[in-house]
């Protein structure tokens, strides 16, 4: 369907302009292979970036709220699941972030398995030419850091739960998998777990 600048910019103005209550909706966003961009985060869009994706042609609803947005020309069910008619190809290379090393440690402290109260520890401290790097800094909770300080592993009489390394894309996408979020839509399920084995 073809549709003029002026009429795309109202269409949009109507829909951004809709009750708040109808903002607790959010679209599952897939690749072209029926896949989530990430995980973790989830990729999730507003109601609102997911009808004008549709309404621009850039994804196909292939799943759909009860609830129903209306303008002054229209009503259109809003979608839960949309997919990319474009593939979007997934980042190689990780990058170094703070969230992203969290994530690569499990949100886990990599000395005594605390869960809370997270910081990063540099294993070979910076003061012996420890650098910042996938390969030498860690997940740690407060407490550990502190009793670790600016002393080597042996010194420190402290271990590490796996030696660190540099994640690969995929792999960190699969850690992402570990952790969803509080809320779920049972539309989302199918194409969250697709690879999941299914229950006999």
């Known amino acids: 369907m073809q549709i003029g600048t002026q009429q795309t910019a109202d269409f949009r103005t109507d829909f951004v302009r809709q009750p708040s209550g109808l903002k607790q909706h959010p679209a599952l966003v897939l690749n072209a292979d029926y896949r989530p961009l990430s995980y973790y985060p989830l990729s999730l869009w507003p109601w609102q970036d997911a009808v004008k994706a549709a309404w621009l042609d850039r994804v196909d609803i292939i799943a759909e709220y009860d609830e129903v ?11 839960s699941v949309v997919v990319l008619k474009d593939f979007v190809k997934p980042q190689r290379k990780v990058a170094f972030t703070r969230f992203n090393l969290f994530l690569r440690d499990e949100f886990t402290c990599q000395y005594c398995g605390a869960t809370g109260d ?9 003061a012996a030419g420890g650098v910042t790097s996938w390969e030498n800094v860690v997940a740690a909770c407060s407490k550990c850091n502190l009793s670790k300080g600016s002393k080597s592993l042996k010194r420190s009489g402290m271990s590490l739960r796996k030696p660190p390394r540099q994640p690969a894309a995929e792999q960190l996408m699969n850690m992402g998998r570990k952790f969803p979020p509080h809320y779920l839509h049972e539309s989302w399920l199918d194409f969250l777990y697709w690879d999941a084995e299914l229950e006999a």
């Open 69 to 79: 947005a209306r303008s002054p020309s229209m009503e259109i069910r809003i979608p």
């Open 118 to 126: 997270l910081t990063f520890d540099h294993v070979v401290p910076r």
